[in-house]
């Protein structure tokens, strides 16, 4: 049997603060088959001592055989996991959100007619969508609408519909899940959707520009291009067919 592997980890539990990061350490390195000699930085006074003492600005700090590691992401280097890039362009959010958009369609599908596929859970899906997207720039709706100024044509000309964007797209998304108000739903729908497809198109496939889309807000790090296009494409797509079943079905 191989001998136990030890560790020693400084990180901050305070009466009034337990250090996130310093968890996340020592959780690591459990899983990694160590025995940790926990080292619990009670005060202020403590961890600025400690700091001083071992010339670092940040904790949590570990230490494996008398080596100092470092904090959580030089533990995860240590171990030869990757470290996130805080700054790197993601589409990750958007991904994510149209799963769960995907998701509550089946499931509302589901509950109401016993079924997954069909022409009203795509309808949903698109739906769903459009207020989870609106939802996240509703966060906040300053950041979200500084960040779209860099490449909506309309919000340009006219800052304040960076402002009046979010609440368009979510009134428009509520009004298609539940069926109703089609004469306001089906118009908004297609103007931000039109609107936003051309101002991506010109802004990556004619001016070449890289910008970070503010799709799911402010403070994303999704990349603007394809898949910003087809957010609004979408739009315009589920505002066509809308019309269309108002038009031609009757159906309101």
């Known amino acids: ?58 904790t949590p700090q570990t230490f494996i055989d008398g080596r100092r590691i470092g904090g959580y992401d030089e533990l995860r280097k240590f171990f030869d996991m990757p470290v996130k890039d805080k700054n790197a362009v993601t589409y990750t959010p958007v991904v994510a959100l149209f799963l769960m958009a995907a998701a509550l369609a089946l499931g509302a599908s589901w509950a109401a007619f016993g079924q997954l596929p069909g022409i009203q859970t795509a309808e949903w899906f698109v739906a769903f969508a459009m207020c989870l997207l609106a939802l996240q720039k509703l966060k906040n709706v300053d950041s979200f609408a500084t960040m779209f100024l860099n490449y909506d044509l309309l919000a340009k000309r006219w800052v304040r519909y960076g402002y009046l964007y979010p609440f368009a797209e979510g009134t428009a998304g509520v009004l298609m899940v539940a069926g109703v108000g089609m004469w306001l739903s089906i118009p908004l729908a297609l103007f931000i959707g039109t609107v936003g497809a051309v101002s991506v198109f010109k802004a990556v496939y004619v001016d070449r520009r890289e910008l970070k889309c503010a799709c799911v807000g402010g403070d994303s790090n999704v990349p603007l291009g394809f898949v910003s296009l087809t957010e609004n494409l979408m739009m315009v797509a589920m505002a066509l067919w809308m019309w269309v079943k108002v038009a031609y079905f009757g159906m309101h």
């Open 1 to 58: 049997m191989s001998a136990l592997k030890h560790a020693k980890l400084y990180r901050m539990v305070m009466p009034d603060h337990t250090c996130p990061y310093g968890l996340k350490s020592l959780d690591l390195l459990k899983r990694k088959g160590y025995k940790v000699e926990d080292k619990h930085l009670a005060s202020r006074e403590q961890t600025d001592a400690f700091k001083q003492e071992h010339g670092v600005e940040t």
